[in-house]
């Protein structure tokens, strides 16, 4: 079965995207990441969910503690580390969203943004309850998904 995000849209593909979307569209990006920006503590432990090539890593590294993202793509993942590389606290990872390997209550904020659920295509009640598994009692865990 062909993984679209796996095997058509990673890597290259991904960030090429975002560099072609329209002024308005990038302004709406910018914004969804200003408002994850406010809702980090110095210091948190953050997971982002789908993190493709960890675009917004390095927005979400200046006040984090540690940040992993993860995805499914490899190929994502493998050029993300080219993004982050100078950032000791961050970390990629290939890994199923649905199935994290993470202990419970491991990370303060769990964030899957810029059509995070959708863009998944899986049960959003399983992907969900994972991320509330892994965020601490106080954290928060932030989506958003685009209609």
Known sequence: MLNYYSDKLSADGLRRCY???????????EAEID??????????????LGCGYGR??????????????????????????NVIKNANHCHLLVMNALQLGFPDRTFDRVICIQNGISAFHVDSRILIRE?????????????SSYA
């Open 35 to 48: 408002y994850v920006c406010q809702k980090i503590r110095f210091g948190d432990r953050i997971l982002e």
């Open 19 to 29: 560099e072609l979307a329209t002024p308005r569209v990038k302004e709406y990006l």
């Open 131 to 143: 991320a509330v598994r892994v965020t601490r009692p106080g954290g928060s865990v932030i989506f």
């Open 56 to 81: 917004i890593i390095p927005q979400l590294a200046a006040k984090s503690g540690l940040i992993v993202g993860i995805d499914t793509s490899y190929l994502s993942i493998k050029h993300g580390r």
